[in-house]
């Protein structure tokens, strides 16, 4: 079973600082992903990775950035977080090949204040 | 650029009653990969059915879909509704010149009584 660790599962953030989502994942996946779930929109992309040192931009970027610095690891930063990025972030990796399935942490609850 | 529709965000079913959650999606090119997705609560979401086969029927725990690319639809159905399937279902696409991005709908929220 594919396996992806988020960390931490729930955190409270002020206005203005800085968060760091951690993910991991033990499958060899090339592709990572991060999506915010909120009501009303579903899970939107904010950046994805093809593999270690890259990163891409998805959907909604503005507000974080994402660092691959390994192949295991993608971590999505907020520098300034804001109350409108509260949200439920999934962190999911997959095979390389367009077919393939991704497979998802279990979340991380975000509260910014 | 490339989207996808889900019209209904809530369906409330009555068990033992035919499910059918619409997904529709956008796109300019020709090669696209659809998938559905389930989201359990307090648990990950999961695939539960994919295809890139036009007008192919594709089947997976009581549900199915058909890909149909003449009208961009990747519709979910199951004959009879079933308690445990209550859920948060997402339709998904992949373009095959779109490397990895993989692109959610904004999910229906199954919810069957008894």
């Known amino acids: 079973e594919a396996a992806v660790t988020q960390s931490p599962r729930n955190k409270v953030a002020v206005t203005g600082g800085k968060v760091t989502l951690s993910c991991n994942q033990t499958?060899?996946?090339?592709?990572m992903y991060w999506y915010r779930q909120d009501t009303g929109h579903g899970l939107r992309l904010i950046h994805y990775s093809y593999g270690a040192g890259s990163t891409e931009k998805g959907d909604i970027p503005d507000g974080y950035k994402a660092s691959r610095p390994s192949q295991e690891n993608f971590s999505l930063i907020l520098e300034l977080a804001t109350p409108s990025q509260t949200s439920v972030y999934f962190c999911?990796?997959?095979?390389?090949?367009?077919?393939?399935?991704?497979?998802f942490g279990k979340g991380t609850r975000l509260t910014v204040v | 650029g490339d989207s996808v529709t889900q019209k209904e965000g809530l369906v409330t079913l009555t068990e033992g009653l035919p499910v059918m959650l619409n997904c529709t999606y956008q796109t300019i090119y020709s090669n696209a990969f659809l998938f559905w997705y389930v989201h359990y609560l307090n648990e990950s979401p999961r695939l539960l059915l994919k295809s890139s086969t036009d007008n192919k029927r594709t089947e997976h725990q009581g549900f199915h879909a058909t890909l149909h690319k003449s009208s961009s639809s990747f519709h979910l159905q199951k004959s009879s509704a079933q308690l445990s399937d209550s859920a948060l279902y997402y339709c998904a696409l992949i373009f095959n010149n779109a490397g990895a991005k993989l692109t959610f709908g904004g999910g229906t929220r199954l919810t069957v009584r008894p």
């Open positions: 499958n060899n996946h090339n592709n």
């Open positions: 999911a990796s997959g095979d390389q090949g367009w077919d393939t399935e991704v497979f």
